[in-house]
């Protein structure tokens, strides 16, 4: 935060950002791949893992006040948040590039969607774990969680200078599925278009919550019977590679994750939560002081409110006899208590407002840093083809959301 935001001029109308949060997670990588600091090990990176689960119930409580303060505006461009969504078969971009790559069947798993939690499941129900498919989309999704919150970042702000959307198009088009990455794509356009920052976070945050719920569904019935007619099409004409993801590269860690969720509520568990997002919340005070100069009681207030609707909705998602993911309750109850004329509307607007995105993103960073630091072997066995896949599937799906976005509003008059 003290480093600020560095913008690097490529042309006199063309520039990117650099921003706090990327400073953070390249030192929290640094850190644990810096052979000097053994203190910071595989055990601490697990150990940022979880604490990421925590944090990201506050990146979306965040989101989700924005969209109570904002709730009339929401309802008028309803349709551009709804038909945005298919900006996610443009993921389909990256099929005849990795076939070209040589890769084979396994492009089915890796451009059929942004390739998250829930796409995994998709994919390896349908295919099975040990398909080509599953590794394809398990490929991905390892390198989407290395490069995929820094490229996004860098990708948002460089489209926002370079492509003349409107900046409601792009905030929309964050909302890919991706707690880490929604903020990251974020954060640059908040930078560039202060005034607006409220609608901003608001689109985001509703456009990601539609993704987690509605995501699952374009990916099963939309895109990934596409991908595979898109495959039995152009594999005999451009398909002609040997590249291949090895079994021993299908990461085992995603049947080591385990499940929070079913271990149900325990005072200990809240006692736990309390106390790690109480040390999160000195931190983001201590750094919107730094970045903001705003008043560190107010910081803190706002974020003793965010951090209670985060306990909130995962402790509900304990003890609600049906599964309904936390980051449900979570968006409903911080839209509840925002929305204009409920009675605590303006006392949590006042104060949540005083805590800027960026330092909840700065401090969130660096935890993803040291969490992924354990996955770099992996990461460096992927490979460059890898990665350039990965790429243009992150690149596909957010600026073909934000094209689609930006006719609606226009079509709707909204712009």
Known sequence: MTIGVIEIKITDTISFLLLPLIYSLVMGLTLYLAKPFKYIGPEQSKVAEGVMVLIIGVLIAKLAISSGQSIEIIFKVGPALVLQLFGDLGTLIALPVALLLGFRREVIGMASSICREPNLGVIIDRYGFNSPEARGVLAIFVIGSMIGTPYISFLSSISVSLIPLHPYAYAMASGIGSASMNAAALVPLVHMHPAMATQIEAFAGCS????????????????????????????????????????????????????????????????????????????????????????????????????????????????????????????????????????????????????????????????????????????????????????????????????????????????
């Open 208 to 415: 990601n919550i539609l993704s987690f719920c509605l995501g699952i569904y374009m990916c099963m019935f939309i895109s990934l019977p596409i991908a595979e007619k898109l495959y039995a099409w152009l594999s005999p004409i451009i398909g002609k590679g040997d590249a291949h993801i090895d079994d021993d590269q299908a990461l085992d860690k995603i049947n080591d994750e385990d499940d929070d969720s079913s271990d149900g509520l325990s005072i200990g568990k809240l006692k736990r939560w309390g106390a790690l997002l109480f040390a999160f919340s000195l931190i983001v005070a201590i750094g919107n002081v730094i970045g903001y100069h705003t008043s560190i009681v107010d910081s803190i207030i706002g974020m003793a409110i965010i951090s209670l609707i985060t306990i909130t909705g995962m402790a509900l998602e304990r003890v609600c006899p049906v599964h309904i993911q936390s980051i449900i309750f979570i968006s409903i109850i911080g839209l509840i208590v925002s929305i204009p004329g409920f009675p605590t509307a303006d006392f949590v607007a006042r104060y949540v407002s005083q805590v800027e995105l960026t330092t909840i993103c700065t401090a969130f960073l660096a935890y993803v840093g040291i969490a992924i630091g354990k996955d770099w072997n992996e990461f460096k066995r992927i490979g460059w083809k890898g990665v350039i896949v990965s790429v243009i599937v992150i690149s596909g799906t957010y600026l073909c959301s934000a094209t689609i976005a930006h006719l609606t509003l226009t079509a709707t008059g909204m712009i």
